[in-house]
């Protein structure tokens, strides 16, 4: 079957349009025009490359990709268009193009959604994983440099650092690496535990610590940030645009440069529900390993949450308290089995602490 219509070709020599007549013979699957200098052509259909913008048909050849043309003849497209889609020569590009603004629409909307989840869980993720590209060393440079530059000029309570320390030797606290532990006199009701081992209590939460168990399971707790490098995650994930690429490249130190020029917010990042969740159970399991009553971590939360401490929001702020923590720990007490022993140099050196 034949088809004719007037259009424009560019043979691609000059940039003036001629007006010639498409022949479109289905049956031998080609397209036949004269240009204006006497030339025929004949193009085969595989050899064409045909494109559908509103009322438009434009076609090139594949292999003289200067020579074009077009037509806006719609009983002539409509015959093209049919045998292309029967021989599967209409391609992806194309469906897409004629799906229509609606579906434009909603695709777009689409594609904007899946690049805003990329950006809030995909990207994070891979960010958080990155961590494993970092030697641990860095964690201990990189706390070290905190700890100069930030509590090393606070107000360190020297008598109280000692009896924290001699406290937390008595207790088997399945640390990976050596504790170090620091009181610093302040009102913020806050501790806080730095990648290389650093542990820093502030006065503001002992003065709100009324007993040696609940003491016991905020030093697990936060024992375990450290264990799990749960502070460099949260910085790479915190920081996962820049260092989406870093990873993927697997440069190491572009990564690690990324982190170092952002060490001042260690103090008050703000850890995830997994591992806050993470930090609790084996804030427990210390309680339950030293023998001490883990009623003291249900105490400790539903103290901190008391909104009768002025400070309470700093603290909040980078351990969330939510009715689903205390919850969790009271059922972990009804459900696990513990033995409890009075602890009197841990008493004492609390005592001490209080004074």
Same mark, same amino acid.
């Given at each position: 079957?034949?088809?004719?219509? +007037?259009?424009? #070709? ?13 022949? #479109? ?14 030339? +025929? ?17 434009? #076609? ?5 990709? @200067? ?16 045998? &292309? ?28 959604? =899946? ?37 090393? #000029?606070?107000? =360190? ?45 502030? &006065? ?26 749960? *502070? ?13 690429? *870093? ?22 990042? @703000? ?26 971590? +249900? ?10 401490? =002025? ?6 702020? *980078? ?37």
């Amino acid at each position: 079957m034949k088809n004719q219509a +007037t259009g424009i #070709f560019y043979d691609g020599n000059s940039s003036v349009p001629q007006e010639v007549v498409f022949l #479109f013979d289905s049956n031998a699957a080609t397209l036949v025009f004269e240009a204006s200098n006497g030339t +025929t052509y004949q193009w085969k259909c595989s050899e064409i490359g045909f494109e559908k913008t509103g009322s438009k048909l434009s #076609f090139r050849h594949k292999v003289e990709v @200067s020579q074009n043309g077009y037509t806006t003849d719609s009983k002539f497209i409509d015959e093209v268009l049919t045998f &292309t889609k029967k021989k599967g020569q209409y391609d992806w590009y194309q469906n897409l193009l004629n799906l229509g603004t609606t579906i434009h629409l909603g695709l777009a909307v689409v594609i904007l959604a =899946i690049i805003g989840l990329c950006y809030l869980y995909a990207i994070p993720w891979v960010a958080e994983k990155s961590v494993v590209l970092i030697p641990e060393e860095y964690d201990t440079k990189l706390g070290d440099t905190f700890f100069e530059q930030n509590v090393i #000029f606070s107000s =360190i309570d020297s008598s109280k650092t000692k009896a924290l320390n001699e406290f937390a030797k008595e207790l088997k606290l399945n640390n990976t690496k050596k504790l170090k532990f620091s009181v610093v006199d302040s009102e913020i009701v806050n501790a806080f535990a730095l990648p290389d081992g650093n542990i820093v209590v502030y &006065t503001g939460i002992l003065d709100s610590i009324q007993n040696y168990d609940e003491l016991v399971g905020l030093l697990g707790h936060e024992a375990a940030h450290v264990n799990h490098r749960h *502070s460099m995650k949260m910085l790479c994930r915190n920081l996962s645009g820049y260092l989406f690429v *870093s990873a993927i490249l697997g440069d190491v130190n572009g990564i690690m440069a990324t982190i170092g020029n952002n060490i001042n917010s260690l103090q008050s990042l @703000s850890f995830s529900r997994e591992f806050e969740h993470q930090a609790d159970v084996e804030g427990f399991n210390v309680l339950v390993i030293n023998k001490v009553n883990p009623v003291g971590m +249900t105490n400790l939360f539903k103290r901190l949450e008391n909104k009768n401490y =002025i400070s309470v929001p700093q603290f909040l702020s *980078s351990h969330p308290m939510t009715e689903d923590r205390i919850t969790f720990m009271e059922k972990m007490i009804k459900t696990k089995t513990f033995q409890i022993v009075d602890n009197q140099t841990l008493k004492n050196l609390f005592q001490k602490m209080k004074k």
